[in-house]
């Protein structure tokens, strides 16, 4: 069955550092993938998506890499900050009809920036 | 410009009664979707609905129905409650690609509301 994993252990970077975290899936060749944050109690935020196509996308201090044959995506905080303490969450989306809808989701790496 | 709002907020029940949720998308979107979140937990996909109808449905049993209206909010309804529905029910929005009923795009998530089952 498709599966994605993320970091399960909370990651704990000091503050200026670059944060990586990982996301990766098996059984599942999806068209997209995204990365979202979610603070407690609160609903997911979208930061990035990218394609199957694409290796690299950048915004702000976020970058995102995509390695389809590895089957991983890196997510990427340069400069990081306590106000970017998180947990963050990688969803894949698929290529068919069916399953570009029907987002998977992994569970969530805990990012906990020290100053 | 409002975001995705979801009511109640919190909601307390009991095994086997019925709950029913509420999500009004953002402004400009057509498509809603509805997960479920445990604790410590990814969303899971439940189904999504555009054009009022459910176009795709994840791995959850047929107590779990929803319905969209013309204006394109949309209700989640869970019957016969189990204390493994106990969870954060959250709605997300998007617009499809037009003439596809598929969206790519980016989901805007509401607050969520968070059930409780005793």
């Known amino acids: 069955s498709q599966k994605i994993e993320q970091n399960s252990e909370a990651l704990n970077i000091q503050e200026g550092k670059t944060a990586t975290l990982t996301c990766n899936y098996t059984?599942?060749?999806?068209?997209?993938l995204q990365w979202y944050r979610q603070d407690p109690g609160r609903g997911p935020v979208f930061l990035l998506l990218?394609?199957?196509?694409?290796k690299e996308k950048r915004k702000e201090r976020l970058k995102v890499t995509f390695d389809t044959t590895l089957k991983q995506s890196l997510f990427h905080i340069t400069a990081s900050q306590p106000a970017d303490s998180a947990t963050y969450l990688c969803?894949?989306?698929?290529?068919?009809?069916?399953?570009?809808?029907?987002?998977?989701f992994g569970s969530g790496t805990r990012l906990s920036i020290r100053p | 410009d409002a975001g995705v709002t979801q009511s109640p907020t919190h909601l307390i029940k009991t095994r086997g009664q019925q709950v029913t949720l509420r999500c009004s998308p953002k402004?400009?979107?057509?498509?809603v979707s509805w997960y479920q979140q445990a604790l410590g937990q990814g969303p899971q996909f439940i189904f999504q609905?555009?054009?009022?109808?459910?176009?795709q449905r994840g791995n959850f049993p047929d107590r779990f129905s929803g319905h969209q209206f013309p204006n394109y909010s949309s209700e989640l309804n869970v019957n016969a409650l189990l204390l493994g529905d106990s969870a954060l029910y959250l709605c997300?929005?998007?617009?499809?690609?037009?003439?596809?009923?598929?969206?790519?795009?980016?989901?805007?998530f509401g607050p969520g509301t968070r059930l409780t089952v005793l």
């Open positions: 997300a929005s998007s617009f499809a690609l037009a003439g596809l009923g598929v969206s790519y795009n980016e989901q805007f």
């Open positions: 059984n599942y060749s999806p068209a997209y």
């Open positions: 990218i394609r199957e196509n694409e």
């Open positions: 969803a894949l989306g698929g290529k068919s009809y069916s399953s570009a809808s029907k987002i998977i």
């Open positions: 402004s400009g979107h057509d498509t």
């Open positions: 609905y555009y054009e009022e109808e459910e176009r």
